[in-house]
């Protein structure tokens, strides 16, 4: 009782347990209160004079891409004793694609801010942050950034490949491919239902380069996590050391006062760019990038991305670009194989969570083996970057395609518009046998943004009408103010900034207009005039949509548009300081 008395007078007074008193007008009173209702769950004083670290535990019967967070748990909190820490975990907000509506898009802020008050609100000198379903990470990462504690990502991994009549299958991208056989009458009810049972083998997240994958690697080209955090699959004792060892270092960032902005930095975004080039990641990535750079005071310049695009080719072969799984891109040697490869064009010197940088990183990894996941530089999978930034009197603040899944011979492509005014227009005349549409025309999706769904949902993918999808026809191009899946594929233009909800170009397409897509010149046009543009602005003004009350009023008066990451105005950085990647 003595020593541990001695302990505490020894300590800090702004750290561990101490932090953040609850306000009670007498700090002495608070201190002893806390350790009283602590000392309920049956903690000692030695315990309790230790670094405190958070985890937070984002485990939900709702996300089976969680559903290894009990196993991640255990181990991170043996990781933080073996060094000396205490582990708390504590809840919040779990968001996963299938179960959340409109979308889980629209909750990604409202987990963020989850998250940044929840790590301002509870005593803790760094937090472990388990995610890994698209929108977790990069909602756990935007609050932390503007927590500003120390912080480690823990990714939760991705799910198994599963076996359809002998065929290797994984979602998403061979949920879409299966959708699209049955809707195109090549496979029966049987069969789908068939199939359906094994998208999904495991817990865990999608296993292609998905969003989440994207997110997973994007996490570790930060420096977020610990190397080799990215790739474990989730039921691997990989994954599970790689908890361990995440909440050792947890605490040890602790101590050295390591806290995110050491991490977060405009290289360190630079890094994350360049990764999402070669592994042909989601155009997701982009957003959620933006979102987070904003927290930090910077601006993602789509520019200069695009530029990055010239000099980063494809590299990592993986679905929905090339042909393998996650779990393949791990037994490949996972980021470390690629970080090594693209060496000569990232910033080494960007610090990491270890408290080394990432080019001391690279140097300590285990030397290189052959392996055909990973492509050399003078022999990618895709000669230039993955996705290419359009602009045009259709998107004078930008859209993006992701070329590197898209048709070759649609991305030079003038043809007639196709246009449905909202999602509903779209699900009751997208099948109907009357459609007048060729393979040649565009489909053109408006409100589907970030006003104007709400929350920007993943229905950029427009289906091939049915009766396209029954000829044969298996790509067309397609644009919307939407986004799109990281697992899906095809010429598909998205993002158009600014959407049609708050009166972008997009609102006044009509039906038999013309719009040009030109990716060489990275081109988006609708091929009227200006004067002609104006005139059906001025005749059609849009009024921009509003709510009465509660969350959704909040989403409605201070989203932003993609560009600036569809995050909050009020959440990004109370000053902005330059750009990223400087140039
Ligand atoms: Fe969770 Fe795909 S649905 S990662």
Not at 8 to 22: A, H, M, V
Request: glycine share 10%; aromatic share 4%; proline share 5%.
């Amino acid at each position: 009782m003595t020593s541990n008395t001695n302990k505490e007078k020894k300590q800090p007074t702004e750290s561990g347990l101490r932090k953040g008193l609850t306000s009670y007008g007498d700090k002495g009173f608070s201190l002893f209160l806390r350790k009283a209702f602590i000392k309920g769950a049956g903690y000692t004083n030695s315990a309790l004079d230790r670094p405190v670290i958070g985890i937070i535990n984002t485990g939900s019967a709702f996300n089976p891409c969680h559903g290894n967070m009990p196993q991640l748990i255990e181990a991170v909190k043996r990781g933080v004793m073996l060094a000396g820490g205490l582990p708390m975990d504590f809840p919040t907000i779990s968001i996963h694609e299938s179960f959340a509506a409109p979308t889980s898009m629209y909750l990604r802020n409202l987990m963020s801010m989850d998250t940044e008050e929840m790590l301002r609100a509870q005593p803790m000198d760094a937090v472990v942050m388990i995610g890994g379903c698209d929108k977790t990470v990069p909602a756990q990462m935007m609050g932390a950034a503007s927590a500003g504690l120390p912080a480690i990502q823990l990714i939760t991994g991705s799910m198994l490949t599963g076996s359809h009549r002998s065929e290797r299958v994984g979602a998403c991208t061979d949920c879409r491919r299966y959708w699209g056989k049955f809707r195109a009458g090549e496979i029966d009810k049987i069969e789908k239902d068939e199939v359906n049972d094994q998208l999904v083998a495991s817990v865990g997240t999608c296993s292609v380069m998905g969003t989440a994958s994207t997110m997973a690697c994007i996490s570790e080209a930060l420096g977020m996590t610990v190397p080799g955090g990215a790739t474990p699959p989730a039921v691997t004792a990989d994954r599970i050391r790689i908890a361990e060892e995440t909440g050792t270092r947890a605490v040890q960032m602790a101590i050295d006062g390591l806290t995110i902005d050491k991490v977060l930095t405009a290289d360190a975004f630079e890094n994350a760019m360049r990764v999402l080039l070669a592994i042909g990641g989601s155009t997701n990535g982009i957003v959620h990038l933006a979102a987070i750079a904003g927290r930090m005071g910077l601006e993602i310049d789509l520019e200069a991305l695009d530029q990055m695009g010239d000099e980063t080719p494809v590299l990592v072969d993986l679905k929905p670009s090339g042909d393998h799984y996650m779990e393949n891109f791990h037994d490949a040697g996972g980021m470390t194989t690629l970080l090594r490869e693209l060496k000569p064009l990232l910033k080494l010197d960007a610090m990491t969570v270890t408290g080394r940088t990432l080019g001391e990183e690279i140097d300590a990894a285990p030397p290189s083996f052959k392996q055909d996941v990973v492509r050399k530089l003078d022999n990618p999978i895709y000669p230039r970057g993955s996705i290419a930034v359009l602009h045009g009197n259709l998107a004078p603040g930008g859209a993006i395609i992701k070329q590197s899944a898209a048709n070759e011979t649609l991305m030079e492509h003038e043809g007639r518009a196709i246009v449905f005014e909202n999602s509903e227009d779209l699900a009751n005349r997208i099948d109907s046998p009357d459609l007048d549409v060729t393979a040649d025309d565009i489909l053109v999706l408006k409100n589907i943004g970030p006003k104007g769904a709400p929350g920007m949902p993943e229905a950029g993918y427009i289906p091939i009408p049915m009766k396209l999808a029954r000829a044969g026809v298996k790509d067309i191009v397609r644009i919307s103010d939407g986004r799109m899946s990281g697992t899906a594929f095809g010429t598909i233009v998205l993002h158009v900034t600014p959407e049609a909800a708050v009166g972008g170009p997009l609102a006044h397409v009509k039906n038999g207009d013309r719009i040009r897509l030109s990716v060489k010149n990275r081109e988006i046009s609708l091929l009227i005039s200006g004067e002609e543009l104006a005139k059906r602005a001025k005749e059609n003004p849009v009024i921009e949509p509003t709510a009465e009350r509660g969350y959704l009023k909040l989403f409605l008066d201070t989203v932003t548009q993609a560009d600036k990451g569809v995050d909050f105005d009020f959440l990004r950085a109370v000053k902005m300081v330059g750009k990223t990647p400087k140039r």
